[in-house]
């Protein structure tokens, strides 16, 4: 494990891309597929988007045979819901589709992250049907933004309650994930970290992954002369407070979102490079995960429309290996692969854990029993002489009472 003093020196240090060796394996758990024209359940997304698709042999493409080639160990991925509609049954069709990729070998995934609105009245119906949907299933996200609360009615699910807290209805759904033993990826805006704060402080058994870094405020926009502080504060402050709950996880990807262009420009890419330092010196390197939150292409998915520029797959991995060259090669291995498989493929061992610790119960009971039992026998012996004859009594006024009922 890292302590803070060791943590705190990489900061102090960078090297050249040219430099920059890639991880020997990497494990990408957030990208999207998407063919909008084609499935019913992105109404959604198509009335943004229009007509699109983002397909398996897309993917391959573009990401997984680049970075196979360059000779790194390709581990698997993790699908990422892409905004299905909020009718009943879109989250759940969208992890039926992705499964028939897979049963069609034209996929290869590890996991499904699918969608589910946990503050709906079906929400327990939903996260019923998306474990039926997909024996790959590993969690569930339900994005926060503001701009996306028309989904939820116009509702802020996470200030919206009493005394801006977090809506009932939202919070009897997130209780709900621990049953079903599912993860929760939590993407909302900065100042609504401590709302969601409370939320996870009270439910330890949900494994929470942040999305994007916490995703500020954009804190170097493409015209901005200079960053901004204020932004950059109010990230750090509610970003500490996540990383003192020991089952917070976050993603380090689309950081052009927070600094448009940086793969273009020093100066923004050393702010990026600060702020991803200060995260994993928060979180630790066994909380934190790389990945390329890929689709599209490699503008789109660095900075969802923001940025011009983005890094390719190999080029990110360089960059992000440049900027860790202080750590361990163990403490890299948690980086770019062990922590997301610690995180997503938890569900059989946790299983495991669950049952242990129910056995260790059932266990405990039935010591309990078996010591009452001796106490109750030891009990009978000794006083055997004396109570003869009562128990003779007993008997008969039993049997007489059994005959009259």
Request: glycine share 8%; aromatic share 10%.
């Amino acid at each position: 494990m890292r302590s803070a003093n060791s943590a705190a020196i990489a900061l102090a240090f960078g090297t050249s891309l040219t430099d920059a060796a890639l991880p020997k394996k990497f494990f990408n758990t957030h990208h999207h597929l998407l063919d909008t024209a084609n499935n019913t359940f992105s109404t959604f997304l198509q009335s943004l988007l229009g007509n699109m698709s983002y397909l398996p042999e897309n993917y391959a493409e573009s990401v997984v045979e680049p970075v196979k080639a360059a000779g790194v160990e390709w581990l698997g991925s993790i699908h990422m819901e892409a905004l299905p509609g909020n009718n009943p049954g879109d989250g759940p069709s969208e992890v039926a589709w992705l499964q028939s990729l897979v049963d069609d070998g034209k996929y290869d995934a590890k996991g499904i992250v699918g969608s589910c609105d946990l503050s709906a009245d079906d929400a327990m119906t939903c996260l019923t049907d998306l474990k039926a949907a997909s024996p790959l299933l590993v969690g569930v996200r339900w994005v926060l933004l503001r701009w996306l609360f028309p989904r939820n009615g116009g509702k802020d699910l996470l200030q919206g309650g009493v005394d801006g807290g977090v809506l009932p209805s939202f919070e009897k759904g997130y209780a709900a994930l621990a049953d079903h033993n599912l993860t929760f990826d939590m993407q909302c805006e900065v100042n609504q970290l401590p709302s969601f704060f409370e939320l996870a402080s009270r439910y330890p058994d949900i494994p929470v992954c942040i999305n994007h870094l916490g995703r500020p405020a954009i804190v170097w926009g493409v015209n901005d002369t200079e960053a901004n502080q204020t932004a950059i504060s109010e990230w750090r402050t509610n970003m500490k407070a996540m990383a003192s709950l020991s089952h917070v996880y976050v993603k380090i990807s689309m950081l052009g979102h927070i600094v448009p262009n940086w793969i273009a420009d020093e100066d923004r890419e050393a702010l990026v490079k600060q702020m991803v330092l200060e995260t994993v010196a928060l979180f630790g390197p066994e909380r934190c995960i790389v990945n390329f939150n890929w689709w599209l292409n490699a503008a789109v998915s660095d900075s969802d429309f923001f940025g011009s520029v983005g890094p390719e797959p190999v080029e990110f991995l360089q960059k992000t290996m440049s900027w860790f060259q202080n750590y361990t090669e163990e403490e890299k291995e948690w980086l770019y692969w062990k922590s997301a498989e610690t995180f997503y493929l938890r569900t059989d061992e946790d299983k495991g854990s669950k049952e242990e610790d129910k056995g260790s119960k059932e266990e405990d009971k039935g010591t309990k029993e078996e010591d009452k039992g001796t106490k109750e026998n030891s009990l009978s012996c000794s006083l055997r002489p004396q109570i003869f004859l009562f128990a003779t009594l007993a008997s008969a006024t039993i049997a007489l009472l059994g005959g009259l009922l």
